[in-house]
Nanobody
Framework: QVQLVESGGGLVQAGGSLRLSCTAS????????MGWFRQAPGKEREFVAR????????YYADSVKGRFTISRDNRKNTVFLQMNILKPEDTAVYYC??????????????????WGQGTQVTVSS
């Protein structure tokens, strides 16, 4: 079992930046590819970014490519999402998720076995 806890959300003006963190406990963190998803009110949860087990490969949704960066520190059991040039449409609850499989570019929610509780990001115009 893996427990995931997100932090770093908040309220920011459009054009600003936030850095989300997700810290894992329970099992060997480097055994899992990690992803970030988000869910806006009234919408389905959607893929944002994914990073491979050792951090060598990253994948992004087109909507965030060039603005968001996913990274991880396996010594600290933490995955990060640096979000720059934020837009009001980025407003959502952001979730980190763990995937047992190393298959590249898995973007569906049911591909991920472990989930955090989410952290709210609100971008004002």
């Amino acid at each position: 079992q893996v427990q995931l806890v997100e932090s770093g959300g908040g309220l920011v003006q459009a054009g600003g930046s936030l850095r989300l963190s997700c810290t894992a406990s329970g099992r060997t963190f480097s055994n899992y590819a990690m992803g970030w998803f988000r869910q806006a009110p009234g919408k389905e949860r959607e893929f944002v970014a994914r990073i491979s087990r050792l951090g060598g490969n990253t994948y992004y949704a087109d909507s965030v490519k060039g603005r968001f960066t996913i990274s991880r520190d396996n010594r600290k059991n933490t995955v990060f999402l640096q979000m720059n040039i934020l837009k009001p449409e980025d407003t959502a609850v952001y979730y980190c998720a763990g995937d047992e499989y190393a298959v590249p570019y898995r973007t569906r929610t049911h591909d991920y076995k472990y989930w955090g509780q989410g952290t709210q990001v609100t971008v004002s115009s």
